[in-house]
């Protein structure tokens, strides 16, 4: 059994996907999530056998996976404006990190986006979530953060605790120096 067959224990469907899965190895478990659905599966890294699985659920009136792309059976179709629609305004889970000092998992989730919003508010720069978990997999809380404030897919889960990467303007992106804040995890 390879890892694409996970990828179809996550998301069953008839509809085309043009991705298979992601993967992070975390705290000797291995988790398989997709963007186009809002389960993951935890594995023991060593049988891959599932340990536990579960839905991602938010407050947040926003979608937490991607529709699939329905493929016509007759055509050759240029789905390639429509993949990248959907990955610009799409909500779906990008990253599950791991927070050593309180031991809990953090689960960052990218907010959906009308597709008539502005090109600077589309892609990265959108709202997005935080879901925290604790060992169990049992919500812990969700914390939303405002378009252009962090950069969510630059996250450093270190020894004293996660970091996340201030938005910056062009300029003082090009400087090569990036300044990182402490999230609260763990902190009602």
Not at 13 to 19: L, M, Q, R
Not at 24 to 52: G, W
Not at 167 to 175: F, I
Request: glycine share 6%; proline share 5%.
């Amino acid at each position: 059994m390879g890892f694409d067959s996970f990828y179809f224990k996550i998301s069953p469907s008839t509809h085309a996907k043009p991705e298979m899965g992601e993967y992070e190895c975390i705290n000797d478990l291995f988790f398989v999530h997709s963007k186009y659905s809002s389960k993951i599966i935890a594995l023991d890294p060593h049988s891959l056998k599932t340990v536990r699985s579960f839905l991602i659920t938010t407050a947040e009136n926003t979608s937490t996976h991607l529709t699939g792309i329905e493929l016509p059976a007759t055509e050759n179709p240029n789905i390639q404006d429509s993949v990248n629609i959907r990955l610009a305004t799409g909500g779906y889970i990008s990253a599950i990190q791991y927070d050593k000092p309180t031991g809990h998992y953090i689960v960052s989730l990218v907010h959906s986006v009308g597709p008539s919003q502005p090109l600077d508010e589309r892609g990265v720069a959108r709202r997005f979530s935080l879901l925290e978990y604790d060992g169990d997999f049992k919500m812990v809380r969700e914390q939303v953060f405002p378009a252009k404030k962090y950069k969510m897919f630059f996250m450093l889960p270190l020894q004293t605790g996660t970091f996340i990467q201030r938005w910056e303007d062009k300029q003082t992106a090009m400087s090569g120096t990036h300044t990182f804040e402490r999230l609260n995890i763990g902190v009602e």
